[in-house]
């Protein structure tokens, strides 16, 4: 039998278990032109829980009563596609599934013996991507300059600051407990961290911690956080909006202090980010993560959850901020 996981309710607030179900079915065949892949790695993602509404956005909305879908990496267990044969390892958009049948549309060759399967999902995935590109082409870093992360310990953001301390920047790091801040400057070279969670005053400990004003802030967050930066922006500062997951599960959406003053006087640069958009750059921006890697000049953490019943937690889990780097499900 195959074990599948469905959206069984739209979460209100924070999803729960009950959110999700478990369902058998029987186990595919690979009909002709098919392969019949074997899943081992199951990305969660925040970005998943915007999917959990029933409305229009840059992709579609889960459907009720059917499987849910992230960056899996599977093995090719059975092929009757020429360009794909047994023992192959796939990254792909894949269904939460133990077993499917592909017909090898969008899915990617990925080499273990050059990097660790789970890698693909994260450091060489599409949030390493998302890391390097965004700072490419809206962070424009300059030596000498200070970048601020939120999300500072989770993929993307550890991502990040590594890279801002490989472009010779102040980097500063926003995360939720001292052991992600002790992570962040003991493995990944920040120069200093901020407990958000034990920290009364944002925009003061962000002016502590960057002395020379904020010129670049990579917000993975949005809310409170993102206006306290804002109040330290410098002159021709750059923000890149990645992602606000301090409001996916908010039901009203909070107002804050307006920006508009700030940025004609500071002429600050702020700009959405959508990696989908970028598939063209996403070959040499793996080769760059992936040199980068090969020199140790980039660190990579993950948070590996065994067993396929412990996927819908482990997606909860990363609004409880349970997650250090990449949080993947090995099956
Ligand atoms: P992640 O950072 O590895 O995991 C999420 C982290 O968010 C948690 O570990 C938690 O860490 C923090 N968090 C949870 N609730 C929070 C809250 N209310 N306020 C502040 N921090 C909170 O996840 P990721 O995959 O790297 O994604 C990071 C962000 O990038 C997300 O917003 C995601 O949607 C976005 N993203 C965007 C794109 C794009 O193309 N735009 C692509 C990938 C990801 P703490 O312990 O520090 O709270």
């Known amino acids: ?11 209100i607030g924070t999803p729960q278990p009950k959110d999700f179900e ?8 690979p009909k002709d032109g098919e392969v019949l892949l074997k899943t081992k790695y199951v990305s969660v993602d925040p970005y998943l829980r915007g999917r959990m509404r029933d409305q229009e956005s840059y992709i579609p909305p889960f459907q009720l009563n059917e499987p849910i ?5 599977a093995e090719v267990v059975a092929s009757n ?12 958009m894949l269904q939460w599934k133990e077993w499917q049948t592909s017909t090898g549309n969008g899915l990617n060759k990925v080499d273990p013996d050059k990097a660790s399967l789970s890698a693909y999902l994260g450091v060489l995935g599409l949030t390493g991507l998302t890391a390097y590109i965004s700072l490419e082409q809206i962070g424009k870093l300059k030596e000498g300059e200070t970048l601020l992360v939120s999300g500072a310990s989770g993929a993307v953001g550890s991502t990040v600051g590594q890279i801002g301390k490989i472009k010779g920047c102040h980097v500063v790091g926003i995360a939720g407990t001292d052991e992600k801040l002790k992570l962040m400057k003991d493995r990944f070279g920040f120069d200093k961290g901020i407990n958000y969670k034990t920290t009364d005053d944002m925009a003061k400990a962000i002016a502590d911690a960057c002395p020379n004003g904020v010129d670049v802030y990579f917000d993975n967050v949005g809310g409170e956080i993102l206006d306290a930066a804002m109040e330290n922006i410098n002159k021709d500062g750059r923000v890149i909006n990645c ?6 599960n908010e039901t ?5 202090p307006r920006y508009e003053g700030t940025m004609v006087r500071k002429t600050v640069l702020m700009q959405g980010f959508l990696v989908r958009d970028h598939a ?11 040199q980068w890697l090969n020199e140790d000049e980039l660190n990579y953490e993950e948070t590996i959850v065994e067993g396929f019943e412990n996927i819908p ?13 990449k949080m993947v499900v090995q099956i």
């Open 1 to 11: 039998m195959n074990h599948v996981i469905r959206l069984k309710s739209r979460p």
């Open 22 to 29: 478990f369902i058998e079915e029987q186990k595919p065949e």
């Open 69 to 73: 879908e992230s960056g899996i990496i």
């Open 81 to 92: 596609n020429d360009n794909f044969k047994e023992g192959d390892f796939v990254n792909g």
């Open 243 to 248: 992602g606000a997951i301090s409001l996916y």
């Open 252 to 256: 009203d959406v909070p107002t804050g």
């Open 280 to 290: 063209k750059e996403f070959g040499p921006a793996t080769k760059q993560l992936a």
């Open 313 to 325: 937690q482990a997606f909860i889990d990363l609004f409880e901020g349970k997650n250090k780097g």
